[in-house]
């Protein structure tokens, strides 16, 4: 009985505000381009600082490596790989650039 009782208050008061509803614009062509265009550029900057935690951890297990040869394979075989990552990113990042400058998107 409590609860209906709240409810007809919070319907009464509801009533009693105005019937005046207010919505937002609907979303246009440029906010998607925004917020994809973030997006990328948060997935971009993440990439890349992994990049770099990863020549620093593979430097790391160089370093203590202890002449141990799988040890210094492991290690040359993971900056080989993040920097081919690395090269890939940049080169990812310009053809995003070029494909929003030939679309016109800002």
């Known amino acids: ?3 209906i009782a709240q409810s007809l208050t919070i319907a ?3 009533t009693f505000l105005g019937s005046r509803a207010v919505f937002a614009a609907p979303p246009k062509f440029e906010d998607l381009s ?8 948060a997935a971009l900057s993440f990439s890349a600082l992994l990049a770099v935690g990863m020549i620093i951890f593979a430097g790391y297990t160089y370093m203590t490596s202890q002449g141990d040869p ?3 394979q492991q290690a040359q075989g993971t900056i080989t790989w993040t920097v081919v990552a690395l090269i890939f990113l940049a080169i990812s990042g310009v053809a995003i650039i070029a494909l929003m400058d030939f679309f016109s998107i800002q």
């Not at 925004?34 to 550029?41: E, S």
Request: charged share 20%; glycine share 6%.
């Open 12 to 14: 009464a008061s509801l």
């Open 1 to 3: 009985m409590r609860k």
């Open 34 to 41: 925004i917020v994809i265009g973030n997006a990328l550029t």
């Open 70 to 72: 799988q040890k210094i």
